[in-house]
């Protein structure tokens, strides 16, 4: 187990975290690579492939795991393998309740209307509007909400005062 700080700076960062934890087997994996350094194969013999694949990808938005490349037996292929790399958490940050009821429901709703509004976000970059402040006039929601709606989504990530679209290969 590492024994490193994940210290919070920024109310966004939550999102990342509560999803994680939200999900039963997400957290079982957390909780696996926080013991040890395992390879997507590994972790597949604990949940199925697209769950870990999923989770890999959040934890890794999130900056909450570390890879590195395993050494191979002669005649096979290098693979990545993970590790998680904190053990205790630190918040320091303050926020409106508002803006932590959004990445609150962010985090932990299924809702379709979130759907709807990811959506358009993206369609909305793909177009050529990527400030996030444009954004968030013109779905009137908060900067923090389109910023934590970025952190939940995968092919969505942040870039200064921009939204880009992550190539998903």
């Given at each position: 187990?590492?024994?490193?700080?994940?210290?919070?700076?920024?109310?966004?960062?939550?999102?990342?975290?509560?999803?994680?934890?939200?999900?039963?087997?997400?957290?079982?994996?957390?909780?696996?690579?926080?013991?040890?350094?395992?390879?997507?194969?590994?972790?597949?013999?604990?949940?199925?492939?697209?769950?870990?694949?999923?989770?890999?990808?959040?934890?890794?938005?999130?900056?909450?795991?570390?890879?590195?490349?395993?050494?191979?037996?002669?005649?096979?292929?290098?693979?990545?393998?993970?590790?998680?790399?904190?053990?205790?958490?630190?918040?320091?940050?303050?926020?409106?309740?508002?803006?932590?009821?959004?990445?609150?429901?962010?985090?932990?709703?299924?809702?379709?209307?979130?759907?709807?509004?990811?959506?358009?976000?993206?369609?909305?970059?793909?177009?050529?509007?990527?400030?996030?402040?444009d954004i968030s006039r013109k779905y009137g929601v908060s900067q923090i909400f389109i910023r934590g709606l970025a952190k939940r989504i995968?092919?969505?990530?942040?870039?200064?005062?921009?939204?880009?679209?992550?190539?998903?290969?």
């Amino acid at each position: 187990m590492t024994g490193h700080i994940k210290i919070l700076n920024d109310p966004v960062e939550l999102v990342p975290l509560l999803i994680t934890f939200n999900n039963a087997e997400y957290k079982k994996i957390y909780d696996l690579l926080n013991k040890a350094w395992m390879t997507e194969d590994d972790l597949a013999d604990y949940a199925a492939r697209s769950t870990v694949t999923e989770c890999l990808a959040i934890l890794k938005k999130g900056n909450l795991i570390e890879e590195q490349w395993r050494m191979p037996k002669p005649g096979e292929k290098p693979t990545k393998e993970y590790r998680a790399t904190y053990s205790k958490f630190r918040a320091s940050f303050q926020c409106s309740m508002g803006d932590l009821g959004d990445l609150l429901h962010i985090a932990i709703s299924n809702d379709e209307s979130l759907r709807a509004i990811v959506d358009a976000v993206q369609q909305e970059i793909m177009t050529g509007t990527t400030s996030i402040g444009d954004i968030s006039r013109k779905y009137g929601v908060s900067q923090i909400f389109i910023r934590g709606l970025a952190k939940r989504i995968p092919g969505l990530d942040v870039r200064g005062q921009g939204m880009v679209l992550l190539d998903r290969t």
